[in-house]
């Protein structure tokens, strides 16, 4: 199975802050790379695939990078919506594997 | 819109079983692969299980392989999952999602609510 692994698991920030979460598979996976945004007590939401495409009607602050098995999510001026958890998967082969999740708290 | 509702979660002893529906609706059920991801509380997300646009080919992570069985009702737009032999950390909100639409790989574009399903004695 291909391991994910986010850095770091929690990250306190402030609004406006520019925050960087990074996201490492154990192979390469290309760029079959998926970032969510889970809010407590709700299902995961996407808002990045392939590793660099905005999902439709993801707002523009977020964006993403990498390839291989070197992978970032930025958000580049962080709002009181984004106060969340975010997680990497993988889509490059079964198992389809998550990472342990980054909780971005506010500072 | 597209719009995926879990039921059949609940509270179940040890080794007995659950079977989880998904309803769907807002989009051709019958045109794309789905699968189950979980949640242990607190935990992050586990792929458990997927089934093809037809149901022809399944997939399981090891630890259910055996004890649960993915299948659809396309006429129904619904998704199942039979959980046999249930053990404690089975634990999780179980969610059924959507793979995006596209080639040979999938994310998952939306997902359900959730379903609690609670293994305990």
């Known amino acids: 199975d291909i391991q994910m692994t986010q850095s770091p698991s929690t990250l306190s920030a402030s609004v406006g802050d520019r925050v960087t979460i990074t996201c490492r598979a154990s192979q390469s996976i290309s760029t079959w790379l998926a970032w969510y945004q889970q809010k407590p007590g709700k299902a995961p939401k996407i808002l990045i695939y392939?590793?660099?495409s905005l999902e439709s009607g993801v707002p523009s602050r977020f964006s993403g990078s990498g390839s291989g098995t070197e992978f970032t999510l930025t958000i580049s001026s962080l709002q009181p919506d984004d106060f969340a958890t975010y997680y990497c998967?993988?889509?490059?082969?079964?198992?389809?594997?998550f990472g342990q999740g980054t909780k971005v708290e506010i500072k | 819109q597209v719009q995926l509702v879990e039921s059949g979660g609940g509270v179940v002893q040890p080794g007995r079983s659950l079977r989880l529906s998904c309803s769907a609706s807002g989009f051709t059920f019958s045109s794309y692969g789905m699968h189950w991801v979980r949640q242990a509380p607190g935990k992050g997300l586990e792929c458990v299980a997927a089934i093809s646009y037809d149901g022809n080919n399944k997939y399981y992570t090891d630890s259910v392989k055996g004890r649960f069985t993915i299948s659809r009702d396309n006429s129904k737009s619904t998704l199942y999952l039979q959980m046999n032999s249930l053990r404690a950390d089975d634990t999780a909100v179980y969610y059924c999602?959507?793979?995006?639409?596209?080639?040979?790989?999938?994310?998952?574009?939306?997902w359900g609510q959730g379903t609690l399903v609670t293994v305990s004695s």
């Open positions: 999602a959507k793979r995006s639409p596209g080639g040979s790989y999938y994310y998952f574009d939306y």
């Open positions: 998967q993988q889509y490059n082969s079964y198992p389809y594997t």
């Open positions: 392939t590793a660099s």
